[in-house]
C-alpha cells in the first residue's frame, strides 16, 4: 500500500488531471489524498471580496461530494486567493505543500504541469518542485505532472516551456465513470462542449490519451522524477 498525495491549484483540478488514476490508486489499496491549495472562485468577481463565503463554502462541499466518488481518503484546503498565486509569497506555498509532505509521508505526489497557462499551476508545480528536493529523510519517491483541461491546451506560449509532452499513461478504462461522476459534483465548474472543461472535452481527452496508448481510456503524465533506492 502506498500513500498518494494531489496538490491541486482549485477545486475540481484534482477530478480532472488525476480523477482516474486516484480511482485506481484506490482501488489498488492505496491511500489517496489531497491539498488544494487555492480556494476557488474568488477570481470571478470584480474583487475578492466580491464573492461570499457561502459560495466558496458551496465549492469545497462540491469537493469533498466529489471526492467519495473516487475515493479520495481526505481533502486539505489551504485558501489562498483564487488565480492571485503571484500575489503570495512563493514560501508560503511551499511551507504548505511542505507540511502536508511531513504529515502524510507520500510516496507518490501528483500536481500540474509548470507550463498551463494558469498563474496558479505554474506557482503549485514551482512550490511542489521546492518541497519535494531530495534533501534529508526523503519520503517522495515518484512525482508526476498531470495536465488540466482550460489550462494545459490553451497555453501557446512555448518561448518559455513546451506543450504538455507526456510520457506516462494510466488505463483508466474502468475508472472513467468514477472520473465522470466526481465531475458531476462540480455544479459551478462544469460547462457546455466545445469549452474544455465539459464533460465531452473530459470524454474526447481521455479517448485521445488511450489512443496513444493503445487503451480505450487514458490519463497522461509527464514523469518529473523517480528516486529508485
Given amino acids: 500500500m502506498s500513500n498518494i498525495l494531489v496538490v491541486a491549484a482549485h477545486p475540481d483540478d484534482e477530478i480532472l488531471g488525476v480523477g482516474g488514476s486516484v480511482a485506481r490508486h484506490v482501488a489498488n489499496g492505496d491511500k489517496v489524498y489531497a491539498i488544494i491549495l487555492g480556494e476557488g472562485q474568488t477570481s470571478r468577481g470584480e474583487h475578492r471580496e466580491d464573492i461570499s463565503k457561502e459560495v466558496v463554502e458551496s465549492l469545497h462541499k462540491n469537493t469533498m461530494e466529489s ?24 514560501l508560503d506555498i511551499v511551507k504548505a505543500v511542505e507540511h502536508k509532505i511531513r504529515e502524510l509521508k507520500p510516496d507518490i505526489i501528483y500536481t500540474h504541469y509548470s507550463g498551463d497557462l494558469n498563474i496558479d499551476h505554474q506557482y503549485t508545480a514551482r512550490a511542489v518542485l521546492t518541497a519535494t528536493r531530495p534533501i534529508g529523510d526523503y519520503c517522495v519517491k515518484e512525482v508526476y ?7 494545459s491546451e490553451w497555453n501557446f506560449d512555448y518561448s518559455a516551456q513546451p506543450a504538455f509532452c507526456p510520457n506516462v499513461f494510466v488505463d483508466i478504462t474502468d475508472y472513467y465513470d468514477k472520473k465522470e461522476q466526481a465531475m458531476n459534483c462540480y455544479v459551478s465548474e462544469l460547462c457546455e462542449f466545445p469549452h474544455p472543461r465539459s464533460l465531452t472535452g473530459m470524454d474526447v481527452l481521455s479517448r485521445t490519451r488511450g489512443m496513444a496508448a493503445g487503451m480505450q481510456r487514458a490519463e497522461a503524465f509527464m514523469l518529473v522524477r523517480k528516486c529508485v533506492r
Fill in 67 to 90: 471526492a467519495k466518488a473516487v475515493g479520495y481518503s481526505d481533502i486539505f484546503f489551504a485558501d489562498f486567493p483564487d488565480n492571485r498565486f503571484d500575489q503570495v509569497d512563493l
Fill in 145 to 151: 505532472a498531470f495536465e488540466t483541461l482550460s489550462s
